[in-house]
């Protein structure tokens, strides 16, 4: 436990605690402003963790503190989210909602997982007077952003017995969430089968003691190549370094990472909702529709057409998402690069990596980090 008293200066206060890999530690932090400005930050070091604050996919929205503002008082339901702008931007505030039932007209995500009791076809209703879309696992169930009027909006899916699958659901209106399955009655889907928390996506974050992930392209099969940009034309990419001289085909780019970005912020493109994420942290949701030299646009839904800077504005573009089960082999390169092959060939002092994606690549031993069959 560590624990300060007030202080009229900015101090850091530090405690030591051994912790188990894959092992998770409830974590309470009671904090007074008692005069003024005041700001706290909560940050972790380790053997090979550089001082920095702990990255949203290390924490997890369970609490037990019954005074919390946002009420999160359960360790079941799904994590609902309310947004001030209907492009899922702007001010935010989080809660967990023990089943999605809401009779407010709020800008809301909600994201968690969902589980069955048995192997079988489970029928997903919505019932709803205006815009909403679900997805399982990243996959559309129901996608009915342009709906208008009071309806039932239903998808079907197969699930399998104990498995969790990845849900989120966005709604722009009144929303309730029920479900059927031939040995269950039409019902709320609720707590007993839903968690606040999401797998682990596709890991896209730099590898060593470099906090920044450095610009680069995520392909479809998941492979994260450190790289610039050079031209986009006739749905082909020309980038530099590894992939310099090779034609890669846009409708294999999963993400395209325009800046450096901080340890912290990778984690929001691993989002499956396409779109642009801004510098000023806002998320514009958008089919990419082009990049023209430093310009990226897309169309927006909400917004229509919008183009924006890659070199003051826009971090990062999510155009698709990216294959659920990545090749077997797996190369991390010095720079950061990620590489993911379905066969890789043995040469003295160098290894060539072989995959639909990007043909032959020749990587030189010196710019292996590590190299494993997964």
């Known amino acids: ?6 202080r009229e200066q900015q101090e850091e206060v530090s405690g030591k605690l051994e912790l188990e890999a894959g092992k ?62 209907p492009d899922f931007s702007g001010n935010t505030a989080s809660r967990v909602d023990r089943a999605v039932d809401s009779p407010s007209t709020n800008v809301t995500r909600w994201t968690g997982q969902v589980r069955a009791d048995r192997d079988e076809t489970c029928m997903f209703y919505i019932a709803t007077d205006g815009p909403v879309r679900v997805r399982l696992d990243g996959k559309p169930l129901i996608d009915q952003w342009n709906h208008a009027g009071l309806a039932e909006l239903k998808g079907s899916a197969r699930l399998a017995a104990r498995q969790v699958y990845d849900i989120e659901v966005e709604s722009l209106a009144a929303t309730r969430l029920l479900w059927s399955s031939p040995s269950q009655p039409k019902a709320l889907l609720a707590e007993d089968h839903l968690l606040p928390f999401r797998k682990s996506a596709q890991p896209l974050s730099p590898t060593g003691p470099n906090p920044l992930l450095p610009a680069g392209v995520l392909l479809r099969n ?13 749905d082909f990419v020309q980038c530099t370094r590894l992939l310099e001289g090779k034609r890669v085909a846009l409708h294999d780019v999963a993400r395209i990472v325009c800046q450096p970005l901080p340890r912290t912020l990778s984690s929001r493109i691993t989002s499956s909702r396409p779109g642009v994420l801004l510098a000023n942290g806002d998320f514009v949701e958008g089919t990419f529709v082009g990049m023209e030299g430093t310009r990226v646009t897309i169309s927006s839904v909400l917004l229509g057409l919008r183009s924006y800077d890659t070199i003051q504005q826009a971090l990062a573009v999510i155009i698709r998402d990216t294959e659920l089960t990545p090749p077997p082999c797996e190369i991390q390169l010095r720079d950061q690069s990620i590489l993911f092959a379905s066969n890789v060939e043995l040469q003295p002092g160098a290894i060539v990596l072989n995959d639909k994606l990007f043909g032959d690549l020749h990587v030189d031993e010196p710019e292996i980090h590590s190299f494993r069959f997964r």
């Open 1 to 6: 436990m560590i624990e300060a008293a007030r």
């Open 222 to 234: 998941g492979s994260f190549v450190a790289c610039r940009v050079e031209s986009m034309e006739d």
């Open 24 to 85: 998770r530690y409830p974590v309470t932090l009671l904090y007074e402003d008692l005069l003024g400005a005041a700001r706290i930050r909560l940050t972790w070091a380790g053997p090979d963790i550089p001082p920095s604050t702990i990255p949203a996919d290390r924490l997890y929205p369970a609490s037990f503190v019954t005074e919390h503002a946002a009420n999160i008082e359960c360790a079941k339901g799904l994590l609902a989210t309310t947004y001030q702008k």
